[in-house]
């Protein structure tokens, strides 16, 4: 794989927004299972680099995972 293919995987799957089975466990995005080891390494990387960015334009300094937990347990 070369490393435009890798980054195109590494974006499509640094979304904080994960889809959930019949169970209603989490499921990784597709993109996620084509990844090589060491590119969920950088994938963790910019997740967390993603994350603090949220925080720091957000209002309340949430990230979109942290409004992803708190709507569920609002429900």
Known sequence: MNE???N??????LTA???RDADGRLLPPPEW???APDALDELYRRQLQSRELE????PRGLSS???AVRARLVR
Do not use: F, G, N
């Not at 195109?8 to 799957?13: F, K």
């Not at 925080?55 to 957000?58: E, V």
């Open 65 to 67: 995972t942290i409004r």
């Open 33 to 35: 299972w084509d990844l």
């Open 8 to 13: 195109t995987l590494i974006e499509a799957s």
């Open 4 to 6: 435009r293919e890798q």
């Open 55 to 58: 925080r720091l334009i957000d």
């Open 17 to 19: 927004h994960r889809q």
